[in-house]
């Protein structure tokens, strides 16, 4: 097998006539930002302009959206979880979210009227931070579950937001099982980003969550005199950021969407899976799913999500880890005049595709399918910095999974 694999979608649906998107609209992200707004640590992550790495890849513009910023936890998964937490607790007090913020929540008031709630959640590391941290900023309790193999410093760093964290012997897919059973067992409420039957509200607001990424990406772009991305890559792990970030595109940009490409690791890739089946329905994989790419060691695909990618996503890419790791290289040390992004190993796993299909003949029917070339504008998403530092220094200092190198 190729260390570099690909499906090109041949039932790529236009705007409107695939999976319904209307859960990911425009009056939602505005509902959405304006919770996120109500954060004091809220502030619009950078959407950096690489103009050299474009010129050298043969390409018109090429964006990368630096979410090492986002509410000072070097990762964007907090936006789905302070979401959807603070929809569910608008729904215990019986009203609108909209009516509150951050502040309401956390006020001894509405802390007295809730009573103590604790949310329980899986997490290879960022998203289960952002559940805990979202639990303390509103005076309430988490439980976080990791599946072996987790980096010691992500759990630490749930921790260190005063919430439980134990780390199992099970991989991503069966830890999120044990989860769900914990939580029955103990009257906890299960904030899970990826959904299965009986188990959607939560995960949809997660995913609506994440559009404000999204809406700011667009506004940024809109602000470097372009009207749209032409391209868009996302790595996906059960999918539910990337069927966000997508769905909201085509909910926003209609026909004008960007030919989008999904990226995961080799070992842990449901959703290249799933896009070769030929009855478009999900496929699973199990295993250990060791990969660097930790954020996306995922085996099951969210069925909330998998339908938007199915039918939007123009192409899927299953690769290996070295791949991922090239990525943190080109952005952490650009070409002179382009800024450097700390990016990990989930965050950068885009941008070492892009690399890959513009840059090795062996990926140039991928190139041409996807039309890439000197009109195109890229938008890659690093949805995480160096959130486990020894693992990055090892990749970007010391030169692990060196180009071509074997996966873990």
């Known amino acids: 097998m190729s260390d570099f694999n690909f499906y090109l979608n041949q039932n790529l649906k236009k705007a409107g006539q695939g999976a319904d998107v209307s859960v990911l609209n ?34 018109g513009r090429v964006w990368v959206k630096d979410e090492s910023y986002r509410f000072g936890l070097n990762a964007f998964k907090v936006l789905g979880g302070t979401f959807a937490i603070g929809q569910y607790l608008a729904g215990r007090l019986g009203c609108d979210l909209g009516e509150l913020s951050r502040e309401k929540l956390a006020s001894p008031e509405i802390r007295a009227r809730l009573g103590q709630i604790t949310f329980a959640s899986t997490t290879d590391g960022n998203h289960g931070r952002g559940v805990a941290w979202t639990a303390r900023q509103l005076g309430q309790k988490a439980v976080i579950y990791m599946p072996k193999g987790s980096a010691r410093i992500r759990v630490e760093n749930i921790l260190a937001t005063g919430a439980e964290c134990r780390v199992t012997e099970m ?3 069966d830890t999120v099982r044990l989860t769900d059973a914990k939580a029955r067992e ?11 039957e009986g188990y959607t509200e939560i995960p949809t607001w997660i995913m609506q969550g994440y559009m404000t990424l999204a809406v700011e990406a667009l506004e940024q772009i809109k602000a470097a005199g372009a009207d749209r991305p032409s391209h868009l890559f996302l790595q996906a792990g059960v999918g539910s950021f990337a069927g966000a970030a997508l769905g909201y595109m085509v909910a926003a940009l209609g026909g004008q969407f960007p030919v989008t490409t999904i990226v995961e690791p080799r070992k842990a890739d449901c959703i290249y899976q799933s896009a070769l089946a030929a009855d478009g329905r ?15 060691a995922c085996g099951e695909p969210s069925i909330i999500s998998w339908g938007i990618l199915r039918d939007y996503a123009a192409a899927y890419v299953s690769m290996h880890d070295f791949h991922a790791a090239n990525g943190m290289r080109i952005l952490a040390a650009p070409l002179q005049g382009d ?8 965050g950068a796993a885009a941008m070492g595709a892009l690399r890959h299909i513009v840059r090795n003949p062996r990926a140039g029917d991928l190139k041409k399918a996807l039309g890439l070339g000197s009109d195109s504008q890229v938008l890659i998403i690093s949805t995480e910095g160096d959130t486990a530092p020894e693992i990055y220094r090892d990749i970007v200092w010391y030169g692990q999974f060196p180009n071509g190198a074997a996966e873990l």
């Open 282 to 296: 999900p496929r699973s994989v199990g295993g250990d799913m060791q990969t660097i790419m930790a954020g996306l």
């Open 171 to 173: 991989n991503y897919d």
């Open 26 to 59: 425009k009056a939602v992200a505005e509902k959405v930002g304006n919770f996120h707004r109500s954060f004091k640590e809220y502030q619009a992550t950078p959407l950096v302009e690489l103009k050299q790495l474009a010129a050298d890849f043969g390409l």
């Open 186 to 196: 103990n009257g906890w409420v299960v904030v899970q980003d990826t959904a299965w």
């Open 339 to 346: 800024r450097p992004v700390v990016s990990g190993e989930s």
